[in-house]
């Protein structure tokens, strides 16, 4: 299985393995980082699975569809590597891809 390297606000990095197929929303909230909040259970209608993605994963994820790219720019803290965990799902191409949970509007 893949790993994931989650990283929470406090600078806390949590590793672990995640199924392919699952969101990596899914996977940070099954491991109870509680600030993962995920309101929406993964609808993509919220911004509170908001991470940061390390640039050099980008080109390795799927594209953001127009509802993801809108959501976003409801954040406050929407950056360049902003992505909405729901919408991520992991693969073995994204083992050892670390992500950020970002700030919390």
Same mark, same amino acid.
């Given at each position: 299985? +893949?790993?994931?390297?989650?990283?929470?606000? =406090?600078?806390?990095?949590?590793?672990?393995?995640?199924?392919?197929?699952?969101? @990596?929303?899914?996977? @940070?909230?099954?491991?109870? *980082? =509680?600030?993962?909040?995920?309101?929406?259970?993964?609808? %993509?209608?919220?911004?509170? %699975?908001?991470?940061?993605? /390390?640039?050099?994963?980008?080109?390795?994820?799927?594209?953001?569809?127009? /509802?993801? /790219?809108?959501? *976003? /720019?409801?954040? =406050?803290?929407?950056?360049? &590597?902003? &992505?909405?965990?729901?919408?991520? +799902?992991?693969?073995?191409?994204?083992?050892?891809?670390?992500?950020? @949970?970002? +700030?919390? =509007?």
């Amino acid at each position: 299985m +893949p790993q994931l390297i989650v990283s929470t606000r =406090d600078g806390e990095d949590h590793v672990f393995e995640v199924p392919t197929g699952r969101s @990596i929303m899914e996977a @940070i909230r099954e491991k109870g *980082l =509680d600030e993962m909040l995920a309101l929406c259970g993964g609808s %993509c209608s919220c911004a509170t %699975c908001h991470v940061l993605v /390390d640039p050099a994963f980008a080109h390795k994820l799927p594209a953001m569809s127009e /509802d993801e /790219d809108d959501l *976003l /720019d409801s954040s =406050d803290h929407r950056e360049e &590597r902003s &992505r909405l965990s729901c919408q991520l +799902p992991m693969t073995e191409a994204l083992d050892g891809l670390r992500v950020t @949970i970002a +700030p919390e =509007d």
